[in-house]
């Protein structure tokens, strides 16, 4: 694995723990898209 590898895997994993922190989850996506995206734009 190279650091650019790294970097993404890491980057990954920062994303899935702020979602889980705020709330934000597949089932909001299914019945609030719009309510996701705002949420995701704000992280």
């Known amino acids: 694995m190279d650091t650019d590898d ?3 895997l890491r980057f990954e994993r920062i994303v899935e723990q702020m979602k889980q922190a705020q709330g934000i ?3 909001l996506k299914a019945e609030n898209q719009m309510e996701w995206v705002a949420r995701m734009n704000n992280m």
């Open 6 to 8: 790294y970097k993404y």
């Open 25 to 27: 989850t597949e089932q």
